[in-house]
């Protein structure tokens, strides 16, 4: 049914063996496992899923595809999103064995930093980071004056 997970037991009553001296026959227990899906992941009726963008669709925001159990959906990233960032998608988890009713998907974004850089990329990134400078309101410059409020 609908909504079993991982480990969940189901009763077959008189499936199983002949009971001793011509007996009834007993129940039949199934354990279930699921096998691991390569982009979700279930937690209880909810989904998680990672979702990968790019640093200037994280900087600049965008409408991205989704995938879904039921497939497709457009979603809104903000502008300024950061790595870990989660977003609910109601209602587009797994149903509840109990219930029926769906869980929700989690969607956890995480920005691809690029590799393999031409000249031009590098060269527009420097000047990016010598435009942006040490503003008092990063996470790096926040994070750096913890570090040297700790150590001294």
């Known amino acids: 049914p609908a909504g079993v997970d991982d480990g969940s ?4 009553r008189g499936e199983g063996e002949a009971g001793q001296r011509g007996g009834p026959l007993g129940d039949l227990y199934v354990v279930l496992h699921v096998k691991p899906h390569p982009i979700f992941v279930r937690d209880g009726s ?6 990968p963008v790019t640093l200037a669709q994280a900087s600049l925001g965008t409408k991205i595809d989704v995938p879904t159990l039921d497939g497709l959906v457009k979603m809104t990233v903000p502008a300024g999103s950061q790595t870990g960032r989660l977003f609910r998608l109601r209602g587009r988890g797994a149903a509840s ?11 956890r974004l ?4 690029p590799e393999n850089l031409t000249k031009r990329q590098k060269e527009l990134l420097r000047e ?17 004056d ?4 700790l150590f001294g």
Do not use: Y
């Open 128 to 144: 990016f980071a010598e435009l942006s400078g040490d503003g008092d309101r990063s996470m790096v410059a926040s994070f750096a």
């Open 97 to 107: 064995l109990q219930s029926r009713r769906k869980g929700d998907q989690i969607v």
């Open 146 to 149: 913890k570090v040297r409020e």
């Open 110 to 113: 995480v920005v691809e930093t």
């Open 9 to 12: 037991r189901l009763k077959l």
């Open 46 to 51: 909810h989904i998680v899923c990672d979702l």
